[in-house]
């Protein structure tokens, strides 16, 4: 059974960084790409963040790039992102995802490409 697991969400003032984790078990995480995506109250899920199965390649939405980053360790079956400087628009519930695919491409945004996912971790940005 494949289980996603996030962590680390929590409340973070304005311009303060998080790290959020997502470990992954029963799935051959090394195989596959992983994502995070996020929703915020009265809105979509939305594309945060992807990086391909060796961690070569990663691919960040416009609202997000340049401030957050992800980062897999293959070994640990873990998957991070890590937000550098928050914003208030920053705030939701963010979700990890388990691609389809080994790869990561702005082209494969969207959510029909990723098949497993985790409960969410919620984050929330206010001073």
């Known amino acids: 059974q494949v289980q996603l697991v996030e962590s680390g969400g929590g409340l973070v003032q304005p311009g303060g960084s998080l790290r959020l984790s997502c470990a992954v078990s029963?799935?051959?995480?090394?195989?596959?790409?992983m994502a995070w995506f996020r929703q915020a109250p009265g809105r979509e899920r939305e594309f945060v963040a992807s990086?391909?199965?060796?961690?070569?390649?990663?691919y960040y939405s416009d609202s997000v790039k340049g401030r957050f980053v992800i980062s897999r360790d293959n070994d640990k079956k873990t998957v991070d992102l890590e937000i550098i400087a928050a914003s208030p628009e920053d705030t939701g519930l963010y979700y990890c995802?388990?691609?389809?695919?080994?790869?990561?491409?702005?082209?494969?945004?969207?959510?029909?490409?990723?098949?497993?996912w985790g409960q969410g971790t919620q984050v929330t940005v206010s001073s």
């Open positions: 995802a388990a691609g389809l695919s080994k790869y990561a491409h702005e082209s494969m945004t969207a959510e029909r490409f990723f098949g497993f």
């Open positions: 029963g799935h051959t995480f090394s195989n596959y790409a």
């Open positions: 990086i391909s199965f060796t961690g070569s390649t990663s």
